[in-house]
């Protein structure tokens, strides 16, 4: 096992395009996370999943962003109409039940909307 | 709700000298868990060091420790012997206790480490 994989690294779109990330976690670990970060700030939390159920999301998960995570394994992240400010490192981690160890965390999608 | 508070947006030590990094925190749980996470320029965060709230003994990890204030709600990492390796953006974050919650971090302390 690798770790937590995510892709692509970089994305760069225009303003109005969608986007979708993919996060891969470790096997074991049945709780996957998405956070966001901005440059200068710690990482917010978007949503977790606990296997393929969505336990919470933040309010800062607008309309315009969805998660999925249809057979409890890898992740995916969209975001339409993508606005300028979304522009961020959107961060993936996984762990495993209860998350009280920790989390893994991947090396992040950095989005550029231009 | 939680918060997690780091007041040093930078700190410098010289290479094999110590470093104390502070965070606080608020919580009205009773039950919650605290972490400091390493992020080197290459953005990936690595856990650091985990404190249980409910434990006194301060953690240890290597050249890694923690003073935890648990009245004072401060969670403070010692870093002893620095090196180089060591320079990176240190995030403190809680979680609270039980099987939902999610990690709440700080705004991060730059350390940068000379030679």
């Known amino acids: 096992d690798t770790g937590v994989s995510q892709d692509p690294r970089h994305k760069i779109t225009k303003r109005g395009q969608n986007v979708t990330f993919r996060c891969d976690p470790i096997s074991e670990h049945n709780r996957l996370y998405w956070y966001r970060q901005t440059l200068g700030q710690g990482p917010e939390f978007l949503t977790y999943f606990q296997n393929e159920a969505q336990l919470e999301k933040s309010r800062l998960l607008s309309d315009r962003f969805s998660a999925e995570r249809p057979k409890g394994s890898f992740s995916t992240l969209e975001i339409q109409r993508t606005e300028q400010g979304d522009s961020a490192m959107y961060l993936c981690a996984s762990s495993l039940p209860g998350g009280s160890y920790g989390y893994t965390f991947g090396s992040g999608t950095r989005l550029t909307v231009v | 709700a939680q918060t997690v508070t780091q007041s040093q947006p930078e700190m410098s030590v010289q290479e094999a000298e110590t470093v104390t990094l502070s965070c606080t925190y608020d919580?009205?749980?009773?039950?919650?868990?605290l972490f400091w996470y390493k992020q080197p320029p290459s953005r990936q965060m690595i856990l650091v060091i985990r404190?249980?709230?409910?434990?006194?003994q301060n953690a240890t990890e290597n050249r890694f420790s923690v003073n935890f204030q648990k009245a004072a709600k401060s969670f403070s990492l010692k870093i002893s012997d620095s090196q180089l390796g060591d320079a990176a953006m240190y995030f403190c974050a809680s979680r609270r206790g039980g099987s939902q919650g999610n990690l709440i971090f700080g705004k991060g302390t730059k350390l940068s480490v000379k030679p």
């Open positions: 919580t009205s749980e009773s039950d919650y868990y």
């Open positions: 404190q249980e709230a409910y434990k006194q």
